[in-house]
């Protein structure tokens, strides 16, 4: 035990028990690792399990934090320090012998202001030919990002790729369908919906939905969410995402939420074996906007 | 007597003594908040062992795959080699479950201590000179940690995370001119691409850590270099640090702290369940789940996306769609001003002195108040990324809970900092009442064009340090 002038001795004594508690509970939070340990061996020996193990490597690692902090702040002397801070900055005189020496090299370079220019160009040159490999990191955003699978004639199709009749959705059914043979396709996901209210077509539309059916891209014009929730007596697709609201209705007009522009509509036909078939791709492109959406 | 010739072998190759000496002599001040950079520290620290040990197992393939694990409910369904692996991880290997689950747990862990350490900073006025390039570090090293927790969790290619994924694709898509290309290159193609899992494996394992190591290795070099910060108190001035030395008491405690850390990270990984990838599926395009919602620390941008109102710029053939305003632009505002704000308070307070003694929330009252106000902002956003939450939970209509949270997002920060601002004031009022002086007087703002100089050095004084009387710590 440290003295301390200016303690009574029963501060001293308190100090005393203070430390020898300390000791007790250092050793003993050393001992609950040793024991956490053998624990946590016997639990992986047997086949593992993630709450014993979580527990006994949270008592194991714990045991040895505590016995530190215990330690530290129970029995190690507490003293406050103090230590100078000195100025940050360099002193005048220390700045000067950088730039004399500094300048010797520069003042060389300096009569050849030419090459140092050169020598900049030419860093420059090759840091832009550096950056070429980066473009076969991606192929060139072209047609793709507007079109889908979808095309005159193309089957609609289940997601086991099976095709749909017209009358296997009954009023307020909604099913999602994919083109013929391309169910994975991240871009054509594709409500079919029967709705029990009466469709109003947007201009040129007329022919889009036959025998009371309307198809929309399932993709939000917000970010991208499939918009899978269907509210049929408002005759209203919801995204879960960010809550856009379209009305079935009206073209998939966005009516509530962060959308801005309407569900893209698939103009569905009916061929002669009595399957659904799209008449051609999606009025624009499928999911979120971008710069040049619409233009050609 | 092992260790003394081990040291002393390395000592006569290195020649270390003298440094190690000054190194364990420095003094560190002792204040509680002073742990929560700390905190931080150690859940990155778990995070980069648990996380290797995770590389072991985990496959960043987007081959197609059937399943046929342990784990029943998804025997025979076609996945990627990724999520397999991740379900296999989770049952089929020992200890994967639990260090995966300790992964998760501890990068959510690693976000909140940096962002409330953000906090203490900032409301301390530690960010002020000299500390102005520590405060950019800081502040890239939360924008890197939001990214590469984003990565992560993508990286499991479930229906949750790919959903996120997709309306990260959308985001970039949205950036005017470059946005098509950029999504291109990143996800090689249109979403989702065959490359983008084993890509993010890359940045979320290799490139980000990197980066993440270099710039804390910068922070703590600079944090030592200039000394750490101090409340003032009985023999606290500006040109001394008062505190314990780092050896022993100090690594005593910082590394009880960390042991103590990885416990509470290990408790959490064992007893509560985060991100059960199993239940969610694997990632289709054509499905999404309601209630998705990302890890808390993407909350405030998805709230944003939410409210913001259905505004889109649109002009010759052109547009700007309208996720680039709250997810770009608000996003970019938000961490411009962050960056810049040591600066902007420079110069409109005038105040251009190096400060060592920190401030008390109340003696900067409308530093508090802007900052309480900017925390109300966000905070409403990372509400309301659960919107749809809440109107299933108080059975109200979703559309009246998203229009709320517009006008709340609008009321909250000027109400919050209107409330913070009387607080200091208040608070002020009664230390003066009291008798306890107001530290540190705010400098009365100079006039335009005139910069204060750091004042002239007092005689140096001398430089070994001498033990204090113990006295009552602030």
Known sequence: MTERPDETPEQREARRRRAVLGERWTAASFGVTIVASLGLGIVFWRGGQPQLEGLFLALALGGIGVALVVWATQFMPKQEIEEERKDLASTDEEVAEFQAEFERGEHIL??????????????????????????????????????????????????????????????????????EDHTRAADAPTVLIRPSGEIRPRPGREGWTPDGLVAYSKLCTHVGCPVGLYQSEEHLLLCPCHQSTFDVLDGARPVFGPAARPLPQLPLGIDDDGYLVAEGDFSGPTGAGFWDRDRD | MVTRRVARWADQRLGAANFARTALGKVFPDHWSFLIGEVALYAFVVLVLTGTYLTFFFDPSQQEVVYNGSYDPLRGVEMTEAYRSAV???????????????????????????????MRVFFTGAFRRPREINWIVGVVLLILGIFNGFAGYSLLDDQLSGTGLRIAYSITLSIPIAGTWLA???????????????RLYVIHILLLPAVIVGLIGAHLAILVRQKHAQFPGPGRREDNVVGERVWPTFAFKSIGLMFITAAVLCLLGGLAQINPVWLYGPFRP???SSASQPDWYM????????????????????????PFFPAVLMAGVTFGLLFAWPFLEARWTGDHDNH??????????????????????????????????????FGVSVNGVVRSFRALALLAPPVAGFVAYRLCKELQARDIARGIPVPNPQPRPRRAGSRRRPPPRPEPAPSTPEPVEPSAAP
């Open chain 2, 88 to 118: 296999e991880l989770s049952f089929d290997v020992r200890a994967g479950l639990v260090m995966r689950q300790i992964h998760h747990w501890a990068a959510l862990l690693f976000l909140a201590a940096i962002v409330v350490h953000l």
């Open chain 1, 110 to 179: 300096a009569r050849r202001g030419l090459l140092v220019k050169m020598g900049g160009a030419a860093m420059a040159a090759l840091l832009g030919a550096l950056v070429f490999p980066i473009r076969s990191l991606g192929p060139r955003p072209g047609k793709g990002f507007k079109d889908t699978p979808f095309a005159k004639g193309v089957r609609l199709v289940t997601r086991d790729n099976k095709p749909i009749r017209a009358d296997d959705l009954v009023t307020d059914g909604i099913l999602t369908v994919f083109p």
């Open chain 2, 184 to 198: 291109s290159l990143l996800f090689g193609g249109e979403f989702p691409g065959p490359d983008i899992i084993s």
């Open chain 2, 299 to 322: 909350g405030w941008l998805d709230g944003a996306l939410r409210l913001f109102p259905n505004w889109e710029i649109r002009a010759f053939g052109y547009q700007v769609p309208n």
């Open chain 2, 286 to 288: 054509d499905e999404v």
């Open chain 2, 356 to 393: 060592h003694l920190l401030d008390r929330p109340r003696d900067r009252p409308v530093r508090t108040a802007l900052g309480v106000a900017t925390l109300a902002f966000y905070t409403v956003l990372t509400l309301a990324a659960a919107t749809d939450v809440t109107a299933t939970t």
